[in-house]
C-alpha cells in the first residue's frame, strides 16, 4: 500500500503526485523525513486528531496530512479496503437505503469512479461532483458541484471533509426524494466534471 485512496480519476492521482512531489519544496522536509515526526510525536490515534495535531504544531493542511498519514500508518487509513469503509460508514439501513438510491441514479451517468472514504462515498468523472455522508440520526448529506442558485433544495455547506468543489448541499431523508429533479441535479454536477 502506498498510501494513496483508490477509487481516484486520473486527474485526481495525478493531483495526489503533485501533492506529494511538492512536499519537500513546499515545507522544507521529505516526505519520509515527515512520516519519522508524526510516527515518533504525534500522539493522537485518531485521524481528525492527528490532523489538528499536525496542523497546529506544523501547520500541515489537511491534503498534506491525508498523504502523510497515509504513509505513516497506511491499515489504519484504510485506503485500500473501500468495502470495508463503506461497510462501516454505512450502518444505519434507512441511510443506506438513500445510497443505493443515489447510487442507482449515479449509475445512468457514463464514466464514474466511486471513491469511498472513511467519513464520505464520493463520485467523480475527471473531478469529484458529488459526494455523500449518513448523518447522525438519519438520512444523509449529498454534496455537489453546483451552487446553491441552480435549486430551491440546494444550500451553501459547512464545514464539510469532501472537496472544495462540492457548493451546494442538501439533506436526504428517504430514498423516495432520488426523484427525477435530483436526477437531473446529479447530471448537472456530473456535467460540470
Known amino acids: 500500500m502506498d498510501g494513496k485512496p483508490q477509487g481516484l480519476t486520473e486527474q485526481q492521482q495525478k493531483w495526489f503526485a503533485s501533492v506529494r512531489a511538492n512536499l519537500e519544496r513546499e515545507t522544507g522536509k521529505t516526505l519520509e523525513q515527515w512520516v519519522e515526526i508524526v510516527r515518533r510525536e504525534c500522539p493522537e490515534t485518531r485521524s481528525k486528531a492527528r490532523n489538528d495535531w499536525l496542523k497546529a504544531a506544523y501547520g500541515i ?3 498534506r496530512a491525508a498523504t502523510i498519514f497515509g504513509v505513516a500508518f497506511p491499515s489504519e487509513m484504510g485506503w485500500d479496503d473501500a468495502d ?4 462501516a460508514l454505512w450502518t444505519d ?3 443506506a437505503a438513500v445510497l443505493e438510491a443515489l447510487e442507482a441514479a449515479i449509475a ?3 464514466d464514474v469512479v466511486t471513491g469511498q472514504r472513511k467519513g464520505y462515498t464520493a463520485w467523480s468523472r ?8 449518513p448523518l447522525k440520526g438519519g438520512g444523509v448529506a449529498l454534496g455537489l458541484a453546483l451552487t446553491p442558485e441552480v435549486s430551491p433544495r440546494l444550500v451553501e455547506p459547512r464545514n464539510e471533509s469532501w472537496s472544495e468543489r462540492l ?8 430514498p423516495a426524494e432520488v426523484d427525477k429533479a435530483l436526477k437531473a441535479l446529479l447530471k448537472a454536477a456530473w456535467e460540470r466534471s
Open 93 to 95: 439501513p434507512a441511510s
Open 84 to 87: 470495508g469503509l463503506r461497510a
Open 167 to 174: 457548493k451546494a448541499k442538501l439533506i436526504l431523508a428517504s
Open 61 to 63: 493542511g489537511q491534503n
Open 108 to 110: 445512468d451517468l457514463s
Open 126 to 133: 475527471k473531478s469529484q461532483f458529488a459526494a455523500a455522508k
